[in-house]
């Protein structure tokens, strides 16, 4: 395998555009996650995607494009209301869910009569796709079930022999996956919070709805309409508690339960903010990012429950965040990533 950290180096993008179209796959940033990417025309070389992540392959892939000229052969149609947002919000983190044409193979899908497209912004992606001169199928480049890639170290970790090339962009900007946006039906409904929010949405096109999977907290949804909602999500390999309430009894609480679990000789972890950071005792505090500030805990949330891991923590206990704006996804991934394990003081 070959990494690469020359990320704007025009070259290199057309070494990693050469292998996808010779049916290979490429792991490159976007200013979500880092995304495994594949020419989404061709069924052998999706496959790899599933193979290399050990995905489930019922659970339908993204498919990006670089300008809108692009989405036209992958659909059957497009609502006014997809228009809208795709003027507003495209390149951007807005998934959108199309009726398919027949050219998109099913392996994508999963056999469904919808195709989901985003266009990255990101200007290695966007190259990275234009030089291939195909769609690129891409998930997150992670295996399956961990947390999202939010680095390219991120990536090396989980899919290091297993893919052909990464194209290392830094430290992602956003940090959360794409909002997941079904427009096929009259009121469009999220299939899963991402940083375009529900409020950003309905100012520009009226009534959205929240599917109820995700407002269900269940951790085993049979039938999400995003299939990949189902599946135990962004976990880190330590056992993760979310304790919820009024902040300082979540600091007490928190303190208490690290002391007991410290003496039953587990090595405690404690997903902390700036703000609180200093109140805890621990073997490892991490600070997520600023309360006040929630796309700071947004961009570091992946990092900081895989450091955890990195540092061998048996349990981790993480403070709640604010549900409000991009928050409702931090608390959609942070509740996921804890099978919805969460203490209320
Ligand atoms: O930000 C992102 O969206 C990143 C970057 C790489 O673009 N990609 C990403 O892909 O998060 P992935 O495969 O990890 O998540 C795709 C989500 C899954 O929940 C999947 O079930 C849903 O999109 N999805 C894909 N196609 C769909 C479809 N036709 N209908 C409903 N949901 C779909
Ligand atoms: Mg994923």
């Known amino acids: 395998m070959k990494i690469d950290y020359d990320d704007m180096d025009l070259s290199i993008i057309k070494e990693a555009a050469q292998i996808i179209r010779n049916g290979g796959i490429v792991a490159f ?5 880092y995304g495994l990417g594949a020419n989404a025309l061709d069924q052998e070389s999706v496959k790899k995607i599933y193979l290399a992540k050990g995905r489930p392959s019922d659970n ?27 003027d507003l919000f495209w390149p951007g983190p ?16 999963a056999g ?11 200007k290695i992606a966007r190259e990275l796709i234009k030089y291939s001169g195909v769609p690129i199928a ?55 919070p991402g940083g375009i929010t529900k409020e950003m949405l309905e100012k520009a096109i009226g009534e959205v709805l929240i599917d109820s999977a995700i407002i269900s907290e269940k951790e085993f949804v049979d039938t999400p309409m995003a299939p990949g909602m189902k599946y135990k999500h962004y976990s880190p390999k330590a056992k993760l508690v979310i304790v919820e309430g009024e902040i300082n009894k979540v600091i007490e609480k928190i303190n208490s339960l690290a002391k007991e679990n410290k003496e039953q000789k587990l090595k405690v972890g404690i997903m902390a903010t700036e703000q609180t950071r200093e109140n805890y005792q621990a073997d490892l505090i991490l600070s997520v990012g600023d309360r006040d500030k929630a796309e700071t805990i947004a961009a570091k949330l992946f990092d900081t429950l895989r450091a955890f891991d990195e540092a061998g923590i048996d349990i981790i206990f993480s403070e709640s965040f604010s549900y409000e704006e991009i928050g409702f996804a931090i608390m959609n991934r942070l509740k996921k990533a804890a099978g919805y394990n969460i203490l209320r003081v």
């Open 29 to 33: 940033p976007t200013e979500t996650v």
């Open 60 to 86: 339908p892939l993204i498919v990006h494009i670089s300008s809108i000229e692009e989405l036209y052969p992958l659909v059957e149609s497009i609502k006014l209301k997809a228009k809208i947002l795709m």
């Open 94 to 109: 807005l998934t959108l869910i199309f009726p398919k044409s027949k050219i998109i193979p099913d392996s994508i899908t």
């Open 112 to 122: 469904l009569s919808t195709v989901a497209v985003r266009m990255p912004d990101n």
């Open 138 to 192: 891409a998930p997150s480049a992670n295996i399956s079930g961990s947390p999202s890639p939010t680095k390219a170290e991120h990536v090396i970790k989980d899919l290091n022999g297993k893919i052909d090339m990464i194209l290392d962009g830094g430290s992602v900007r956003v940090g959360l996956e794409s909002t997941v946006l079904d427009v096929t039906r009259d009121t469009p409904v999220i299939l899963r």
